[in-house]
């Protein structure tokens, strides 16, 4: 209803007004304006034929971009390249609200990156997560599979990637061995770690992504921050 969208609007600009690191505030954005629920009314609405979701998508998705553009250049402060601890929006339990929790800052993995999120999506698959029709996750877990961030620390088996480089992640981190993978069908590799599901996720200053020769993809140069993520 419209009444409904003003409120949406107005919980949206007071998240916008507060201080947040890089990225984080499009993540907050999402969660602390109830977008979780949204979702779920939104699905049922349109499988009630009741309203066309591409409309109601295009709606949520013009505020998702504004929050980036007043928000995704900030820099996080850094510590000999990390900090002790990182702000992350915490699944606790099913259909609750997320809890913007202090967290370590991840482990690097020896093959893999630690990425400062600079901007991640909101998946229909992480509303599968938040109702609890994901056998493979296990609470309490941070959601965020659709991100793109800065290399800000390295494993001594990387090769490809550089501190400072700006990176996108698939959805499924294959291993890159298989002969799935050799075949270009990482999607089934049977040693998959997915983000949000089977290991940490990007609603999150920080994640640590597994495998990344395999499977980061460089940005763009120039790419508007407020495009990254959708």
């Known amino acids: 209803s419209s009444a409904a969208?003003?409120?949406?609007?107005?919980?949206?600009?007071?998240?916008h007004r507060q201080p947040a690191p890089a990225g984080f505030l499009v993540i907050v954005a999402h969660v602390q304006a109830g977008l979780a629920h949204r979702l779920d009314a939104i699905v049922e609405r349109h499988e009630m034929g009741a309203v066309p979701a591409q409309r109601e998508r295009r709606g949520a998705d013009r505020y998702v971009r504004e929050a980036a553009r007043q928000h995704g250049d900030r820099k996080l402060p850094?510590?000999?390249?990390?900090?002790?601890a990182m702000k992350a929006a915490l699944l606790t339990g099913y259909r609750s609200d997320l809890e913007i929790s202090d967290l370590p800052d991840p482990d690097c993995p020896r093959d893999g990156v630690v990425l400062e999120v600079l901007a991640c999506g909101?998946?229909?698959?992480?509303?599968h997560v938040w109702v609890g029709a994901d056998p493979d996750?296990?609470?309490?877990?941070?959601?965020?599979?659709e991100y793109c961030g800065v290399v800000?620390?390295?494993?001594?088996?990387?090769?490809?990637?550089?501190?400072?480089?700006?990176?996108?992640?698939?959805?499924?981190?294959?291993?890159?061995?298989?002969?799935?993978?050799?075949?270009?069908?990482?999607?089934?590799c049977a040693d998959q770690v997915v983000p949000g599901f089977t290991a940490p996720g990007a609603f999150a200053e920080q994640i640590a992504v597994p495998r990344a020769d395999v499977n980061l993809t460089a940005l763009p140069e120039g790419m508007d921050l407020s495009l990254i993520h959708i």
């Not at 969208?5 to 998240?15: G, H, L, M």
């Not at 909101?122 to 509303?127: L, V």
């Open 5 to 15: 969208s003003d409120v949406y609007k107005r919980q949206i600009r007071q998240v």
């Open 137 to 145: 996750v296990s609470l309490p877990q941070v959601g965020g599979h």
């Open 122 to 127: 909101i998946c229909r698959s992480d509303w």
């Open 78 to 84: 850094h510590r000999d390249g990390l900090r002790s």
């Open 152 to 188: 800000r620390a390295m494993g001594a088996d990387v090769t490809r990637w550089r501190v400072g480089d700006r990176v996108i992640a698939p959805f499924i981190l294959a291993c890159g061995g298989c002969a799935d993978c050799q075949a270009g069908n990482q999607t089934i």
